[in-house]
């Protein structure tokens, strides 16, 4: 597998002013079509239907907006296909395999690598030797497959960080904490005010892979997140249940149910202020507040836990657009993915979108409020970003760590740590052997 790792400069300096895209590709409206053809290439300006995962209202805006510009500019009818998240998450392989839309949403790093290896998607390189020049190696990177082929256009990039209110920090005097020991009293406090210190939840399986990520991240450093995504290093190595140990620490702090609870509400419960902190991206977060809310929004960059590693990393995911293999219209589809790869359409798209960041060379972005401003420069300090859990490594080992990840939920005892990795370590043995 083609190693994806960004160094500080070649990475994240353009990461800084850029991002990643959206997000996954729809399934359930997927388009009519031939289940064992692709057909003729068709016109450059034949219509086409874009699979989305956008399916919250304020993404599903910014990408009606960008979707419009380029039907604005390139002439192709464009129709919208949106499916929730999850599912289309979810059902991506039966998609891709099935009858899927003309373009669709989805993720940089290895879940695109994967799909691409499987000859579901179509080689976009003539699309990027038009677009080549907007955006830095560390994109291209991304948006390349295994086999040096790219096969994503990518839109935005977004941090995940620990969120708060301000105007709570200032009533309470809360100070940001820079230290794990800073941190678990901050949360101390919380709790005796009367807050729940860590919103927190984990019913769409994927958010609690963020807070794995970090403290694996913190405590062992980027080489090992890496060689335990490729299975390079066993999920039972003891840096992996020392991240459960870390984890088991706060667990006290965090809001109770998770498992029952989706992100959303989560983050109500942090814009309601009746809850503390939350980790999570700010494409979730800054994207869930009302826009009168907003500007009481900020954010620190997770605390140091081993002085070894810092705050050098984070997870800061890059979502963009592909072309499945087996979508109708593809000249018009790389028409338009030709127009979504311009300093151009970015900026219509953050016109909008007031939570990510884009990361086209010549961008303007007028409109970027302060936690933008600030993803920004916290990106640009991290020395690695990473892609998150389940963009790193294959879609199988994902699922069977969403399940253990919600086990220790239930359970946070290292007693069930032991149990879960081990689990984790027996499946991993075949899944990275098929």
């Not at 031939?34 to 304020?58: Q, R, V």
């Not at 450093?221 to 066993?234: D, I, Q, V, Y």
């Not at 069930?416 to 991993?428: H, N, V």
Request: contains cysteine; proline residues 6%; aromatic residues 12%.
């Amino acid at each position: 597998m083609t190693d994806l790792r960004m160094s500080r400069r070649s990475a994240l300096q353009g990461l800084a002013g850029a991002a990643a895209l959206f997000g996954a590709p729809a399934f359930l409206t997927a388009c009519s079509g031939d289940d064992d053809k692709t057909g003729d290439a068709g016109s450059p300006t034949d219509p086409i239907t874009f699979g989305s995962n956008y399916s919250d209202d304020a993404t599903k805006t910014a990408f009606a907006a960008l979707t419009a510009a380029a039907t604005e500019s390139t002439k192709v009818p464009i129709t919208v296909n949106t499916t929730d998240h999850n599912t289309f998450q979810n059902n991506i392989s039966s998609y891709l395999q099935g009858t899927p839309d003309s373009l669709a949403t989805w993720f940089a790093g290895y879940r695109l690598q994967f799909f691409a290896a499987q000859g579901l998607l179509t080689p976009i390189d003539d699309v990027w030797e038009k677009i080549g020049g907007t955006f830095n190696d560390a994109a291209k990177s991304l948006s390349k497959g295994i086999d040096g082929h790219y096969y994503l256009v990518p839109l935005y990039n977004y941090p995940w960080v620990v969120f708060y209110n301000k105007s709570v920090f200032a009533a309470k005097g809360y100070q940001v904490p820079t230290t794990w020991d800073a941190f678990v009293a901050l949360c101390q406090r919380m709790k005796t005010d009367g807050l729940v210190p860590l919103a927190f939840a984990e019913k769409d399986g994927w958010p609690a892979l963020g807070t794995f990520d970090i403290l694996n991240l913190r405590i062992n450093g980027f080489e090992f997140h890496t060689s335990l995504m490729k299975h390079e290093a066993p999920w039972t190595d003891p840096r992996v249940l020392a991240v459960f140990d870390q984890w088991r620490q706060i667990m006290p702090y965090t809001q109770n149910g998770a498992n029952g609870r989706t992100w959303q509400d989560a983050a109500k419960a942090l814009e309601n202020k009746q809850a503390g902190m939350m980790f999570q991206g700010s494409n979730q977060v800054a994207a869930n507040y009302a826009p009168a809310n907003l500007a009481d929004l900020d954010f620190f960059p997770y605390p140091v836990i081993n002085p070894a590693h810092g705050q050098k990393y984070m997870d800061a995911p890059t979502d963009g657009f592909m072309l499945p293999k087996k979508g109708k219209n593809p000249a018009a589809a790389k028409a338009v993915l030709q127009y979504i790869g311009t300093a151009a359409a970015e900026t219509k798209f953050l016109e909008t979108d007031h939570w990510d960041v884009g990361l086209a060379n010549g961008l303007v972005a007028p409109t970027y409020n302060e936690i933008q401003k600030k993803s920004v420069a916290e990106i640009a300090k991290c020395q690695n970003v990473s892609q998150f859990m389940d963009r790193d490594t294959v879609p199988d080992m994902a699922t069977v760590m969403i399940k253990a990840i919600q086990t220790f939920i239930d359970a946070p005892t290292m007693d069930t740590a032991s149990s879960i990795l081990k689990s984790a370590e027996d499946q991993a043995k075949t899944i990275f052997t098929k």
